[in-house]
């Protein structure tokens, strides 16, 4: 994937570039509070993009209201943009999923997604930007 613009290379870099719930999130797999982020009831079209890095995630047509209080998207919109791995943190078995890009934390997937595709990618807002005149977004 090509870089979008020139990342961090230390974690005071990161400090600098990211917002204190950007970093604690994206860099340290902290979350948000439920129903706190700027994205989980949007419902424009658009593109979801890496904070971190702009990378396209999500598209606005893959969003769904799960009703947790983070948005929620049943496929990326490109799977060579995320990386998807194993996390047995704070007592629980799960997905976690990662910006392929820079390497930033963006949430986790569930099986128990509402659409054909079964998944939940549940995602932190602040780990996001929205694009709106993207033209990729119906994917």
Known sequence: MEEKEKLPKTEEGWKKKL???QYEVMRKQGTERPFS???WNVHETGMYKCAACGA???SSGA???????WPSFDEPANLEHVELREDNSHGMHRTEVICKNCGSHLGHLFDDGP???GKRYCINSVCL???PS???SDL
């Open 56 to 58: 396209e995630l999500f």
């Open 63 to 69: 969003k769904f209201d799960s009703g947790t209080g």
């Open 19 to 21: 917002s204190p719930d």
């Open 37 to 39: 982020g700027a994205f």
């Open 115 to 117: 659409t054909k595709t």
């Open 129 to 131: 930007s929205f694009d």
């Open 134 to 136: 993207s033209k990729k």
